[in-house]
T-cell receptor
Framework: GAVVSQHPSRVICKSGTSVKIECRSL??????MFWYRQFPKQSLMLMAT?????????EQGVEKDKFLINHASLTLSTLTVTSAHPEDSSFYIC????????????FGDGTRLSIL | QKEVEQNSGPLSVPEGAIASLNCTYS??????FFWYRQYSGKSPELIMF????GDKEDGRFTAQLNKASQYVSLLIRDSQPSDSATYLC???????????FGSGTRLLVRP
């Protein structure tokens, strides 16, 4: 149980393009989803907390107008990287927390974003 | 001072040995503690979590928590080459469920 699906797994696109990444909880309802970014040989850095039906909460230093988050349902959150630039190239990972009980976060497989 | 600190390693152990991974945290009010394993190019997978002082065992893995010393560790018994990965310690400070990750310790199990 507690499967989180993330799509796409890899994106390569030109500078200036906007990219949407989907995160779905397949077999449970997730009130809260989290978006992380991981640069090579570094740890995961939390970008934002996505709450179903409300605005996302962004961590300090993360541009909310650049990283648009939508959590329209209890099973789907999306992250849109707007006007992506090479410095946005990274490994983006979502996680979800089971709605009832169950503290641990379960991670999606990640999306490797490469901006040319 | 980082909120969650880990030795980056690599920690090299022979196959069959016990691997001991350590993590310290700075916020004394931290509530929950997690160990994730991450293979290169993959996302983290949960190994164990612990809330209370003491030991928690699951198969070959044992998590140890000492809140007084602000220290959490992961022991891997009978280490296998497939255990070679980066092990991430994560701490949850409050009811927001946000996780603060350490930088990870790379474990190498030699055949």
């Amino acid at each position: 149980g507690a499967v989180v699906s993330q799509h796409p797994s890899r994106v390569i696109c030109k500078s200036g393009t906007s990219v949407k990444i989907e995160c779905r909880s397949l077999d449970f309802q997730a009130t809260t989803m989290f978006w992380y970014r991981q640069f090579p040989k570094q740890s995961l850095m939390l970008m934002a907390t996505s709450n179903e039906g409300s605005k996302a909460t962004y961590e300090q230093g993360v541009e909310k107008d650049k990283f648009l988050i939508n959590h329209a349902s209890l099973t789907l959150s999306t992250l849109t990287v707007t006007s992506a630039h090479p410095e946005d190239s990274s490994f983006y990972i979502c996680s979800a927390r089971v709605r009832t009980g169950g503290q641990p976060q379960h991670f999606g497989d990640g999306t490797r974003l490469s901006i040319l | 001072q980082k909120e969650v600190e880990q030795n980056s390693g690599p920690l090299s152990v022979p196959e069959g040995a016990i691997a001991s991974l350590n993590c310290t945290y700075s916020d004394r009010g931290s509530q929950s503690f997690f160990w994730y394993r991450q293979y290169s190019g993959k996302s983290p997978e949960l190994i164990m979590f612990i809330y209370s002082n003491g030991d928690k065992e699951d198969g070959r893995f044992t998590a140890q928590l000492n809140k007084a010393s602000q220290y959490v560790s992961l022991l891997i018994r009978d280490s296998q080459p497939s255990d070679s990965a980066t092990y991430l310690c994560a701490v949850n400070r409050d009811s927001s469920y946000k996780l603060i990750f350490g930088s990870g310790t790379r474990l190498l199990v030699r055949p």
